[in-house]
């Protein structure tokens, strides 16, 4: 079982920093957030282990972790409540970019598209291993899908089909399917 639980961090205003879980009997402080957070860590392995030993359960997490996003233009304020995964914002990091254009070039894992939905093609840089494989089996040639998806190259399109029977063979060590092939 995996538990989450939120955790708060505070700085004092002797530059101290506490840390405590809303939902545990758990609490921390030192000079820095890292070490704060090292202690915390420790108690409640402690405190975890304690109730363990004892035969109780984990107890589940009871709090809901909402952030006010506070803009203030002129004398007028507007605060929204928004969820944490807002703090993380929309941008894609330089690196990121990098790694996910690396990636398409060397025909990289593709990003899974629902089974019968054929991808938009205004957005779509990634086409699924279930689609390749269908327009595949359904008759379409190497030249005609790259002709047809441009944003694919040869490569990308190997990789796919390549991918797809590393995952046929690794299946088929768990069953065993009889294709009838006809001559």
């Known amino acids: 079982m995996i538990a989450r639980y939120p955790i708060v961090f505070e700085e004092e205003e002797t530059g101290a920093v506490s840390a405590y879980v809303p939902d545990l009997p758990v609490y921390a402080a030192a000079d820095t957030a890292g070490e704060a957070e090292r202690e915390l860590r420790g108690i409640?392995?402690?405190y975890l282990a304690d109730r363990q030993a004892r035969g109780l359960a984990l107890p589940g997490s009871r709090t809901v972790v909402k952030v006010a996003r506070?803009?203030?233009s002129g004398?007028?304020?507007?605060v929204t409540?928004?969820?944490p995964a807002a703090l993380l914002g929309r941008q894609r990091s330089a690196k990121k970019a990098a790694a996910?254009?690396?990636n398409g070039l060397r025909g990289g894992r593709p990003r899974?598209?629902?089974s019968g939905r054929q991808p938009r093609e205004s957005r779509s840089t990634h086409l699924s291993v279930d689609f390749l494989?269908?327009?595949a089996g359904s008759g379409a040639t190497q030249d005609?899908?790259?002709a047809r998806y441009p944003q694919l190259s040869a490569e990308g399109l190997s990789a796919a089909f390549m991918f797809a029977a590393r995952r046929l063979r690794r299946l088929r060590n768990e069953r065993s399917w009889d294709l009838p092939i006809s001559a």
């Not at 004398?75 to 507007?78: G, W």
């Open 112 to 114: 899974t598209v629902p």
């Open 70 to 72: 506070v803009s203030a």
């Open 44 to 46: 409640l392995a402690r």
């Open 133 to 135: 494989l269908e327009l």
């Open 81 to 83: 409540i928004v969820s």
């Open 100 to 102: 996910a254009r690396r």
């Open 75 to 78: 004398h007028r304020s507007k």
């Open 144 to 146: 005609g899908i790259l």
